[in-house]
């Protein structure tokens, strides 16, 4: 089973960057779509960004588009949500996820393993 463990969170003031990471232990680790998702406390998860497993191909949620990159270096097994102008309305737990599917998935069921999230604060 895959383990994902999320690192780069924080607390930040509006305009700010952060840079998460999402390191995996499977050797396959390079096979797989990844994606990251958010979620804000009474909130559902929802989808953020995904990459395939070659990264030619990425997908974004319209709020965080131009502002958010995904990217991901296979020899390290990490995948990283690089994040610009960051607002309030982008605080929430980030999680990323390892998916078994083919393409880029962006509901929370195309995917099959989760890691345990890293909390992002903004503040005003």
């Known amino acids: 089973q895959a383990q994902l463990v999320e690192s780069g969170g924080g607390l930040v003031q509006a305009g700010d960057s952060l840079r998460l990471s999402c390191a995996g232990s499977?050797?396959?680790?390079?096979?797989?779509?990844m994606g990251w998702f958010r979620q804000a406390p009474g909130k559902e998860r929802k989808f953020v960004a995904s990459?395939?497993?070659?990264?030619?191909?990425?997908k974004y949620e319209d709020s965080v588009k131009g502002r958010f990159t995904i990217s991901r270096d296979n020899a390290k097994n990490t995948v990283y949500l690089h994040m610009n102008n960051l607002n309030p309305e982008d605080t929430a737990v980030y999680y990323c996820?390892?998916?078994?599917?083919?393409?880029?998935?962006?509901?929370?069921?195309?995917?099959?393993?989760w890691g345990q999230g890293t909390q992002v604060t903004v503040s005003s």
């Open positions: 996820a390892t998916s078994l599917r083919v393409g880029l998935g962006y509901r929370p069921s195309d995917y099959d393993y």
């Open positions: 499977e050797r396959t680790f390079s096979r797989y779509t």
């Open positions: 990459i395939i497993s070659s990264g030619a191909f990425t």
